[in-house]
């Protein structure tokens, strides 16, 4: 039935015209053959939770670049050209929604967090100085809100850093070259995005982000009961996503050590500066 109605209405103007004539009036309607009825009530959904199903949209993705990958390389294998070209176009395709599904989870995260522990107004200043970088400011919401150590905040702006650097690389915020690049797997040179959005670096993203989300939210301290029920919610949904824990517990423990904290990980680099080609 789609989402909520907005607090206020939005207005749009007609790309073709005014079609206002063939508008039904507003409101939820229920088609019965031939009538239709207007609904008064809407049943209740469950809470919406932004960070889990980004990620779960993140595991597909990955899912869809690892086949394009092997498609990508058995065309390269004594495919014609159009072939090749069309197998890294799905691999970069792929690959491009699952980094900018995991951006995007963190930023979900970061933002309810924000606002549930009520750090909106306090950090409202340096979220407004463009000199910040996203990373810097994400790590100290979740430090805030977390309670994390310094360590764990030193890592975690680590982590962020890489996953948001490939975001702005899909949104064209970032230098890229013109020239062609020396694809690791191909040893060839081709256009710069089919190197940095392919199923490789795809893969090791999705796992990074997803054990950083996964142990911010199970060896944190939130700071008030309120939070922490939330962050368990959020953990609970994660564990749910089919195909996320062999991800998420990639080269991890799932055991909490003495004391109940670990300092996140550093999530392993993805391979993004390769050398240009000769």
């Known amino acids: 039935m789609g989402p909520p109605p907005a607090s206020s209405s939005l207005s749009f103007v007609p790309v073709y015209g005014d079609l206002s004539a063939d508008m039904r009036p507003p409101g939820v309607v229920i088609p ?22 980004w990620l ?42 699952a980094i ?30 463009a000199e910040t970088p ?12 977390l309670s994390l150590t310094p360590d764990a905040k030193t890592a975690l702006r680590h982590n962020l850093g890489e996953i948001l650097r490939f975001r702005d690389l899909a949104v064209g915020t970032t230098p890229k070259t013109d020239h062609p ?34 142990e911010l939210t199970a060896f944190s301290k939130p700071v008030d009961a309120d939070l922490q029920k939330y ?17 998420r517990t990639w080269r991890a423990s799932t055991a909490a050590p003495a004391g109940g904290e670990r300092a996140l990980a550093d999530a392993a680099t993805p391979s993004a500066t390769p050398a240009t080609s000769a």
Not at 135 to 143: G, I, K, P
Not at 231 to 247: K, N, T, Y
Request: aromatic residues 8%; glycine residues 6%.
């Open 231 to 247: 962050v368990d919610a959020v953990r609970s949904r994660i564990e749910a996503i089919p195909g996320s824990h062999p991800l």
């Open 100 to 129: 900018v599904a995991c951006a995007t989870a963190v930023e979900a995260l970061a933002a309810m967090l924000r606002t549930r522990a009520g750090l909106a107004r306090s950090l409202g200043e340096r979220r407004r100085d």
């Open 32 to 53: 019965l053959g031939e009538e239709q009825r207007p609904v008064d009530a809407v049943v209740p959904q469950a809470c919406y939770d932004a960070c889990s199903k």
């Open 181 to 214: 690049v020396l694809h690791p797997e191909l040893q060839t040179g081709v256009d710069w995005r089919f190197v940095y959005f392919r199923g490789e670096n795809a893969l090791t993203i999705v796992r990074a982000t997803l054990r950083l989300v996964w």
């Open 56 to 97: 779960e949209l993140a595991i597909r993705y990955v899912s869809d670049a690892q086949v394009a990958k092997l498609a990508r390389a058995a065309a390269f294998e004594g495919a014609e050209e159009g072939a090749k070209i069309a197998e890294l176009e799905w691999e970069f395709e792929a690959s491009l929604q």
């Open 134 to 145: 996203d990373e810097l400011q994400m790590a100290e919401v979740f430090q805030r809100a």
